[in-house]
Structures are given as structure tokens and as C-alpha cells.
């Protein structure tokens, strides 16, 4: 098996340079990945991208065009978007299987959900990730927005709305969640794929769904919790991002959601995990985050220690990125957070050939 890509320091690359050249418009740019259709960008979601210089775009929507008619729409979102010379942008998009797999038609294959996936030997999924990851690169898509590492209690499998009863984890087994985890990233990273491991630090115990109601709440999982295996298992296999969830974990920290978190975010994910990628959000456009002014979303997401930013909603990102651009010219501690995350961004581009550094 293909060992997978190392991950430097952004301190220690060429790459801190490059974003030091930026404007810092183009700085805050590399932390956003906006959401549009999987059909390809309208007008009025081009004129966002080319705005706000937002350096990644995720396909959103169930598509049954295949992987020629996915060809089309990843170049017309690449005209859209206006990057800097030296940086290029990120494609990104969910393809789990099962309920979520957004690219279907001829040239993708129909992808199994993680249940059925799990039964598979761990050699055979690695093998059959790769091969659904070629399908994701021959379209034009450079991150694959998954796998699911989150463990859900046998117990409680029906009544978990965001996992279990959409039979999206791998398993109640920590052991085998992170065996099939790490299969999963390898077979990606073969193929040249981005993964990101979700949702930490695990919604596998939680009833409400954080893609629509903002008071979900975790009770149990603690810092040392076995049910993480998964994500320090697939960390350690090869995955380059870590998506932070939008629940609120009471014994990790009563006072702020997963997303907002620096206990979960630099004490755990940087600190626990020793997780050196980029930390993507969960869709900060969606309901769970409804009490929170759309301009303070991705300034609390960074200044928690975040780096990059999904904005579901096409619409809120240019009120997110003048809220992160007008902070940063306020406060010197807060534009140096930035450039590091941007550092980290163009880093992770530059090994899948998205940047030149």
C-alpha cells in the first residue's frame, strides 16, 4: 500500500511566502469553501467566487449527469473562480455512498453506504476506494469530503438522526470504525484525493441532526474517549483534513460548539491528534449555527483555530469574508491567524498540484 503524503509544518514551507504576496483579500479567499450546485455555477454564485476570491467551491446536490457532464462543470467553476497566478482552485464534494453520494450517472460508480462498506475486508475497500477515487480526479474533483469516523452506540443506531438511521459510520466498534476509516483514506490518497475525516469529535451520540437545529448537544464523549479511533487512526493513515462537527460536547466545553472551540480545535485536534492539516468546519450556513450573526461565524471558526470555512449558502460569503477581512485589519494577533491558515490551505494545494510555492 502506497505510503501516504507527508504533512510539513506550514512554518517550515515556501508556501508562507507565497500567501505573504497575497492581498489580504486573497488571504481570506483560501479559507472559504463555498457551496454551489452540483449542476455548476449560476451567475449571481460566480460573481461570489470571483468577489470573495474563495479558494475552494463544494459541489452540493445530488447529480446524475456522470463523470463527462461532472468534467463540464468543474472547468466552468474553475473559470469562474479568479485566484491568484500561483494558486489554483480546490473542487471539493460528499461522496460517502449509500443516501450520501452527490455525483452518480455513467463513469461513477454506485458507491455502497458505510455499513456495507464495513463488511467488506479492509485490503477490498482500500481497493475499491481508490478506484471511486480515480472516478472523483478524472471529473475534475480534487477532495472527497469524507469518510465518516464517527462511532454510534448499537443502542442508539435508530434514534441518531445524523448518522445511524442514514447508515452513514462504519460501525458501534471503535477498532473496526478505524480499520475501515484508514481503508477508506488510503484508497483515496492513492488516487490522488483529499479526504476529511467527520464529523470530530463524532456526532455518533447525538438524536438532532446539526444540519437543522442548533441545540444538539453531546453529553458523553470525553478527551480520551476510545470512540476517537477513528480519527486518530485515519490521521495517522494519510487524511489531510479534520472536519470539526457543530454539536456542543458539555464535557469537553460547556461554552462553545465544537466549531467555536479551542479546546476541541487546538487542544484536541492539534494537541491530542497531533493533526498538522487543515481543520475544515461543517456547513456554517446551516441551522445549527441560525443564533450566530453570519458575519461572526468564520471569524469564531479561525480565531478558535480553524482554517478553512464551507459557506453552504453562496449568499452569506461575502458578509463572512468582509467580517474576516475587516478583524484581520483590526487585529494584528487575529491577521497573523490568517495567514496561517491560508499557509496551511496553499500547503495542502500544493501537494495535489493545486499550487505552485
Keep these: 500500500m502506497t505510503p501516504p503524503p ?60 456522470g463523470r463527462q457532464g461532472t468534467q463540464e462543470v468543474t472547468r466552468r467553476t474553475l473559470r469562474a473562480a479568479r485566484q491568484p497566478e500561483q494558486i489554483q482552485t480546490m473542487i471539493a464534494v460528499d461522496q460517502e455512498g449509500g443516501s450520501v453520494q452527490r455525483l452518480k450517472g455513467t463513469g461513477f460508480d454506485p458507491i455502497p453506504s458505510a455499513v456495507q462498506q464495513a463488511r467488506l475486508s479492509d485490503r477490498r475497500l482500500a481497493a475499491e476506494a481508490k478506484t471511486w477515487g480515480q472516478q472523483l480526479q478524472s471529473a475534475g474533483i480534487d477532495a472527497n469530503l469524507a469518510p465518516v469516523a464517527d462511532v454510534v452506540p448499537r443502542s442508539t443506531i435508530d434514534r441518531n438522526e445524523p448518522i445511524g438511521q442514514l447508515r452513514r459510520g462504519y460501525g458501534s466498534d471503535p477498532v473496526l470504525v478505524a480499520a475501515k476509516v484508514t481503508a477508506f483514506v488510503s484508497g483515496m490518497a492513492r488516487a490522488g484525493v483529499v479526504t476529511s475525516l467527520k464529523h470530530f469529535p463524532g456526532l455518533g451520540r447525538v438524536r438532532g441532526n446539526t444540519d437543522f437545529r442548533s441545540d444538539v448537544v453531546d453529553t458523553v464523549t470525553r478527551r480520551d474517549d476510545p470512540a476517537l479511533a477513528g480519527f486518530s487512526s485515519g490521521v495517522e493513515a494519510g487524511a489531510e483534513m479534520v472536519m470539526v462537527s457543530s454539536a456542543t460536547y458539555s464535557r469537553l466545553d460547556q461554552r462553545h460548539r465544537a466549531a467555536f472551540s479551542p479546546t476541541v480545535l487546538r487542544g484536541m485536534i492539534r494537541g491530542d491528534l497531533d493533526f498538522t492539516g487543515v481543520i475544515i468546519s461543517d456547513d456554517l450556513a446551516a441551522s445549527a449555527m441560525r443564533d450566530v450573526s453570519a458575519g461572526s461565524r468564520v471569524v469564531r471558526f479561525l480565531a478558535a483555530g480553524g482554517d478553512l470555512a464551507i459557506i453552504g449558502d453562496p449568499a452569506m460569503t461575502e458578509v463572512a469574508a468582509d467580517a474576516v477581512v475587516v478583524r484581520a485589519r483590526q487585529d494584528p494577533g487575529f491577521a497573523k491567524i490568517v495567514a496561517t491558515s491560508a499557509t496551511r490551505v496553499a500547503e495542502l494545494k500544493q501537494r495535489h498540484g493545486l499550487a505552485d510555492c
Design 6 to 65: 507527508s504533512i510539513p509544518s506550514p512554518t517550515m514551507s515556501t508556501c508562507g511566502r507565497l500567501v505573504q504576496e497575497l492581498t489580504l483579500r486573497e488571504r481570506v479567499g483560501q479559507l472559504l469553501m463555498v457551496g454551489i450546485g452540483s449542476s455548476g455555477p449560476t451567475e449571481s454564485d460566480a460573481d461570489v467566487l470571483a468577489t470573495t476570491r474563495a479558494g475552494s467551491v463544494l459541489l452540493l446536490g445530488n447529480s446524475t449527469i
